[in-house]
């Protein structure tokens, strides 16, 4: 079982950036795809982004296209989920996630059941 330290959550308002990220613990990440998800009170948890690990492909949830973006610091053993003009509907506990080393990100929100080692999650508050 992989392991994840998350970090960078909070709470903003409307129209607020905020910054997640996700360091590996006791491995290389740049062997992994990321993929980032995330759960609102009483809804299923969805897939948010994702990133490949062979050549940086990002893929996006329609509904955070535009305004979030995933990226990757190899050095650092680290992804990153920036957040820009975030909306209620953004609240919810951040994870990232990762899937066997032979995976490839989908050209839409990844899918839950294709990824196996989880972060323990942040929570992010958007307030209107």
């Known amino acids: 079982q992989l392991q994840f330290v998350q970090s960078g959550g909070g709470m903003v308002h409307s129209g607020g950036s905020l910054r997640l990220s996700c360091a590996a613990s006791?491995?290389?990440?740049?062997?992994?795809?990321i993929g980032w998800f995330r759960q609102a009170p009483g809804k299923e948890r969805e897939g948010v982004a994702c990133?490949?690990?062979?050549?940086?492909?990002?893929s996006y949830a329609d509904s955070v296209k535009d305004r979030f973006t995933t990226s990757r610091d190899n050095a650092k053993n680290t992804v990153y989920l920036q957040m820009n003009s975030l909306r209620p509907e953004d609240t919810g506990v951040y994870y990232c996630?990762?899937?066997?080393?032979?995976?490839?990100?989908?050209?839409?929100?990844?899918?839950?059941?294709?990824?196996?080692?989880w972060g323990r999650g942040t929570q992010v508050t958007v307030s209107s």
């Open positions: 006791g491995f290389a990440l740049d062997r992994y795809a």
């Open positions: 990133i490949s690990s062979r050549d940086g492909f990002t």
């Open positions: 996630a990762a899937p066997d080393p032979m995976y490839y990100c989908p050209d839409y929100a990844p899918n839950i059941i294709d990824f196996s080692s």
